[in-house]
């Protein structure tokens, strides 16, 4: 007879399985809370250190960039850099109140791979001289709130959020692939990495059943995001 595969999960970046009808321990909501604590602290209050991947750009020579191009280079990375903290929330808001424990793993490990999206646009924008967005800590609060209210709704709409995020999200890394300095490379290499799987994990979320966003609510979520990108880009 097969092993059961059962969700899992990740503290302090270690991985760890919760098995049906086995006799260890079981996640209470308690430990969820602790567990959306831990993720918190370690995407808004600490430096995100290196990824658990190897940074797309690490190997590519840095451009002789002037001023300016630093600058707005810096702006569309922090911009960057604060949609992975609010995907950092969205994914563990989703995962809170997830009822499949499949879609829960499912979402853990898009968060995990995000996390290493987070560490790449951090470490670009101290090489480009400048700091993250001093907001992170609101964009981490309110996306968590939203991530989890349309959790609530379940699972379908969970996943529909997602995609639609994704959906939107890729739209957003290609028109920064137009506005980076050409010469920019190594900005480059990171969103370029970042759009393939960010559509990835939005094709994954249609795959497990995704439901299509109302009309108003994706409308909502493109304001919600411009409000976020405009933003960022100068805090």
Request: a negative charge.
């Amino acid at each position: 007879m097969l092993p059961r595969k059962g969700a899992e999960y990740t503290f302090s970046r270690r991985r760890f399985a919760i098995i049906p009808g086995m006799h260890e321990r079981q996640l209470t909501p308690l430990d969820r809370l602790l567990a959306s604590a831990n993720n918190a602290l370690r995407t808004v209050a600490t430096p995100a250190g290196r990824g658990a991947r190897p940074n797309p750009a690490e190997h590519i020579i840095e451009a002789d960039l002037d001023d300016r191009q630093k600058a707005h280079a810096a702006g569309l990375m922090r911009v960057n850099h604060a949609g992975e903290v609010c995907a950092q929330a969205l994914y563990q808001g989703h995962a809170a109140v997830a009822r499949d424990k499949a879609i829960e793993a499912q979402i853990q490990r898009a968060a995990d791979e995000e996390f290493d999206h987070l560490a790449w646009c951090e470490e670009r924008i101290h090489e480009l001289g400048e700091d993250v967005s001093k907001l992170s800590p609101f964009w981490y609060a309110g996306a968590f709130a939203i991530g989890a209210a349309s959790g609530m709704l379940g699972d379908k709409w969970s996943l529909g959020f997602i995609a639609e995020t994704e959906k939107q999200v890729c739209a957003h890394l290609d028109s920064h692939l137009d506005a980076l300095p050409e010469e920019d490379v190594k900005s480059r290499a990171i969103v370029e990495q970042m759009r393939d799987e960010e559509e990835e994990h939005g094709e994954n979320a249609i795959d497990a059943g995704a439901a299509e966003l109302p009309a108003p609510v994706r409308q909502l979520m493109q304001i919600t995001a411009k409000v976020m990108t405009k933003t960022a880009y100068w805090v």
